[in-house]
């Protein structure tokens, strides 16, 4: 299985984004798809994970209402909508996959894809 992380790119603050995080080597991938994210200067960080059965698990915080997961099972895509961003936000975001269940450890995941930058800014 491989991960292909897409969709970052330069926002301003308040706007929203859409990441993706494309499977292929599945042919239906069900798998725990979790989103981390590194900013500048800091170490890698959770976001949010969507599981096997979807169900979501936040690693945000008090943030968690900006944040949302999706799985679209026929493109083998999971997404990460973004909303009201910040430039706290600023980061590289990543994917990556374990089996069943979620982890806020990136360790846990096998499988990792390559990240996608996002930089908000005015």
């Known amino acids: 299985v491989q991960l292909q992380a897409s969709g970052g790119g330069l926002a301003q603050p308040g706007d929203s984004l859409r990441l993706s995080c494309a499977s292929s080597?599945?042919?239906?991938?069900?798998?725990?798809i979790g989103w981390f994210r590194q900013a500048p200067g800091k170490g890698r960080e959770a976001v949010i994970c969507?599981?096997?059965?979807?169900?979501?698990?936040y690693y945000v915080g008090s943030e968690k209402d900006r944040f949302s997961i999706s799985r679209d099972n026929a493109k083998n895509t999971v997404y990460l909508q973004v909303n009201s961003l910040k430039p706290e936000d600023t980061a590289v975001y990543y994917c990556?996959?374990?089996?069943?269940?979620?982890?806020?450890?990136?360790?846990?995941?096998?499988?990792r894809g390559q990240g996608t930058q996002v930089t908000v800014s005015s």
């Open positions: 990556a996959r374990r089996s069943y269940l979620c982890s806020p450890d990136l360790i846990a995941y096998p499988v």
């Open positions: 080597g599945l042919t239906r991938d069900t798998g725990a």
């Open positions: 969507i599981n096997s059965n979807n169900i979501v698990s």
